[in-house]
């Protein structure tokens, strides 16, 4: 059987395939000294899955449980919730946006999908279109969502260094250039995989240039804010018509329901719902139908400051605790954590590849996520793309612990 171009492009081994691969087979072995200190999941906070069970009663009980499973919605998703959100978002924030403004995907990864080879690719006129990522690293999901060949582009970051062995990456932008084959410019807010926040003033700076160029600003705003609103320092939210702004409901605690959110004027936002009609005729209806009371009556922003932000702040403190203490005789530095709940380990002059420091770790149970992956078009042989781990820090204590003490043991080898 001979596969189409397609089917090779998406059947060949990737960074985002192969880590689901292997968190997957790793979760099915139900090992007891497992220490999943890798992947995207959420934490399973005891409060927020009541609450949603509760909304989910609420539904069987008032007899909406039938039409949430039982109907398709729109293409662009279910009426009644985007009516609903954009006035919570006009509310909290104050950007005018309608119903029509924000369509539903089937999770970030369709969103994603859909809007890079919506933009960019091969053009109708014979050219070709990137997507330009001005930090990097950026999210390994992105690294293979494009139709076409050569799709990216990226820049290297300027790095801060900071106290207690931290660093910021920062906008490079005395390079930054964007020539007439970008198509838009992507980053994520807070970013996976390092917790950084993009200042205010680089947003703005991004944004400008988007503008000057004609092309939209995509925000990837899993993390931030008004939910699941992980993020541990100062930033507003901005929207406008130039600015593609995408949010989900999986790190809100309901991955399984793959609800991608995303906010974008009406040509973006109908263009979106045509792609989804032709590809999976509607998105799920779940995530909708579980969000809207809460969203409607306001208890969406006591799940996320009174349950979610207070649980992953604690795990953040434990995370940086069990660094100090367990790492601090290595040359580990830390990326400032400002969102998300991750931690993004520089292991600065390692003797072996984070590849192969994954490896090793594997062996022994751990479960990390090795760095090479989220450095999109950015040149492999630059050492540090070689020397960086992200780790998720939601973890229970004792696994994070232990997980640690297996990782300083192995960095003794290598460092």
């Known amino acids: 059987m001979t596969f189409s171009k397609f089917g090779e492009k998406f059947t060949r081994r990737s960074g985002i395939g192969q880590l689901m691969v292997d968190l997957g087979k790793a979760n099915a072995?139900?090992?007891?000294?497992?220490?999943?200190?890798?992947?995207?999941?959420?934490?399973?906070?005891?409060?927020?899955?009541?609450?949603?069970?509760?909304?989910?009663?609420?539904?069987?009980?008032?007899?909406?449980?039938?039409?949430?499973?039982?109907?398709?919605?729109?293409?662009?998703?279910?009426?009644?919730?985007?009516?609903?959100?954009?006035?919570?978002?006009?509310?909290?924030f104050g950007w005018g946006i309608s119903a029509e403004n924000i369509c539903l995907t089937n999770g970030s990864q369709n969103s994603f999908f859909y809007l890079f080879n919506l933009l960019a690719g091969d053009m109708p006129d014979g050219s070709k279109k990137k997507i330009l990522f001005p930090l990097a690293p950026e999210y390994v999901g992105y690294a293979d969502a494009g139709l076409s060949e050569d799709m990216f582009a990226s820049y290297r970051p300027r790095i801060e260094h900071?106290?207690?062995?931290?660093?910021?990456?920062?906008?490079?932008?005395?390079?930054?250039?964007?020539?007439?084959?970008?198509?838009?410019?992507?980053?994520?807010?807070?970013?996976?995989?390092?917790?950084?926040?993009?200042?205010?003033?680089?947003?703005?700076?991004?944004?400008?240039?988007?503008?000057?160029?004609?092309?939209?600003?995509?925000?990837?705003?899993?993390?931030?804010?008004?939910?699941?609103?992980?993020?541990?320092?100062?930033?507003?939210?901005?929207?406008?018509?130039?600015?593609?702004?995408?949010?989900?409901?999986?790190?809100?605690?309901?991955?399984?329901?793959r609800t991608g959110i995303v906010i974008a004027n009406e040509k973006i936002t109908q263009a979106l719902g045509a792609l989804g009609g032709i590809?999976?005729?509607?998105?799920?209806?779940?995530?909708?139908?579980?969000?809207?009371?809460?969203?409607?009556?306001?208890?969406?922003?006591?799940?996320?400051?009174?349950?979610?932000?207070?649980?992953?702040?604690?795990?953040?403190?434990?995370?940086?605790?069990?660094?100090?203490?367990?790492?601090?005789?290595?040359?580990?530095?830390?990326?400032?954590?400002e969102g998300a709940f991750f931690m993004w380990l520089w292991i600065e002059g390692m003797k072996i590849s984070s590849q192969e420091l994954y490896q090793r770790l594997k062996a022994r149970n751990v479960f990390v996520i090795p760095g090479e992956e989220f450095f999109i078009d950015i040149d492999p042989t630059w050492k540090h793309t070689q020397e960086c781990i992200r780790i998720n820090y939601s973890q229970p204590k004792e696994k994070l612990k232990r997980g640690f003490e297996i990782l300083a043991q192995e960095l003794q080898k290598v460092t």
């Not at 999941?41 to 069970?53: E, G, R, T, V, Y």
């Not at 993009?198 to 705003?221: F, G, M, Q």
């Not at 992980?230 to 790190?251: E, G, P, Y």
């Not at 809207?292 to 605790?321: D, F, M, V, W």
């Open 29 to 92: 072995s139900n090992h007891p000294d497992l220490y999943m200190l890798g992947g995207g999941n959420p934490a399973a906070i005891a409060d927020a899955q009541s609450l949603f069970q509760h909304e989910m009663e609420h539904l069987i009980q008032s007899g909406s449980f039938q039409s949430m499973l039982g109907l398709y919605d729109g293409p662009n998703g279910e009426q009644a919730f985007r009516d609903i959100l954009a006035g919570f978002l006009n509310q909290e």
């Open 162 to 257: 900071l106290e207690n062995r931290q660093f910021k990456y920062r906008v490079d932008f005395e390079h930054l250039e964007i020539g007439d084959d970008i198509a838009a410019i992507c980053l994520s807010r807070p970013t996976n995989p390092t917790g950084n926040v993009v200042t205010d003033r680089e947003l703005a700076n991004l944004k400008a240039l988007a503008e000057k160029n004609n092309i939209p600003l995509i925000i990837d705003n899993a993390y931030g804010q008004p939910f699941p609103n992980v993020i541990h320092s100062d930033a507003t939210l901005q929207w406008d018509d130039n600015t593609v702004l995408c949010m989900s409901l999986s790190k809100l605690g309901l991955p399984g329901a």
């Open 279 to 337: 590809i999976t005729l509607a998105p799920n209806s779940v995530g909708a139908a579980l969000l809207t009371r809460l969203i409607e009556t306001g208890e969406i922003n006591h799940l996320t400051q009174n349950i979610i932000k207070p649980h992953y702040n604690e795990c953040l403190a434990n995370a940086l605790s069990l660094f100090d203490q367990i790492l601090s005789d290595f040359p580990v530095h830390l990326h400032k954590p």
